[in-house]
């Protein structure tokens, strides 16, 4: 068990430019999360997966944002038009289905708009 | 989910124990609580969990109160590498899926 990874885990861009992140869950678990974190503040949710379906976005995730889990297995995170306000640490989380499955969090991606 | 608030800092030495407190007056019959912790430069990890009753894990205990309105993590002895900032969270049973985090408490131990 490898854990949840994620890739890349800097990135820094130009404002107006497109990018996207990976995430890789572990392995067996069925539902998969994407939240961004600020300086200073806690981690907010974003959207999250059970298997392939995309069952509950925020609204954070504005038009720019999208997420796809094609096979149900990793999932991307693709933001279009990046603005300064999108710099943030980018989390990806897994777990099993159930109320009080924990979640595994993976390292993150540092996305920094220039 | 329901909101909870923790103090935004705490100091503790060494080998002893920390009791990090939370409250969170409006919490539902359905409402688990949840702790986890994020260490520098990592992702959240999870601590520990619970509904009514005391709980207990190799990591943590968790103290709730009999109202449940609030509630107490402990860590028997804190060690340096618990310097992280420790989030309280409610989660409700029936519609659990998302985390909604706070500002949390950041811990610093010192020898």
């Known amino acids: 068990d490898t854990g949840v990874s994620q890739n890349p885990r800097h990135k820094i861009t130009k404002r107006g430019q497109n990018v996207t992140f990976r995430c890789d869950p572990i392995?067996?678990?069925?539902?998969l999360y994407w939240y961004r974190q600020t300086l200073g503040q806690g981690p907010e949710f974003l959207t999250y997966?059970?298997?392939?379906?995309?069952?509950?976005k925020s609204r954070l995730l504005s038009d720019r944002f999208s997420a796809e889990r094609p096979k149900g297995s990793f999932s991307t995170l693709e933001i279009q038009r990046t603005e300064q306000g999108d710099s943030a640490m980018y989390l990806c989380?897994?777990?099993?289905?159930?109320?009080?499955?924990?979640?595994?969090f993976g390292p993150g991606t540092r996305l920094t708009v220039l | 989910d329901a909101k909870t608030t923790q103090p935004n800092s705490m100091e503790s030495n060494e080998e002893e124990p920390v009791h990090l407190p939370c409250n969170h007056s409006?919490?539902?019959?359905?409402?688990?609580i949840h702790w986890y912790r994020q260490l520098p430069s990592q992702g959240p990890e999870y601590v520990i969990h619970?509904?009514?009753s005391n709980v207990n894990n190799r990591m943590a205990s968790l103290a709730i109160a009999e109202d449940r309105k609030s509630s107490t993590l402990i860590l028997h002895r804190a060690t340096l590498r618990d310097a992280a900032v420790y989030y309280c969270?409610?989660?409700?049973?029936?519609?659990?899926?998302?985390?909604?985090f706070g500002t949390g408490t950041r811990l610093q131990v010192t020898l």
């Open positions: 619970g509904l009514t």
């Open positions: 989380a897994s777990s099993l289905v159930g109320p009080y499955n924990e979640q595994f």
């Open positions: 392995s067996e678990h069925n539902r």
């Open positions: 409006t919490i539902s019959g359905t409402d688990y």
């Open positions: 997966f059970q298997n392939e379906a995309q069952l509950e």
């Open positions: 969270i409610l989660r409700d049973t029936g519609t659990a899926s998302k985390l909604t």
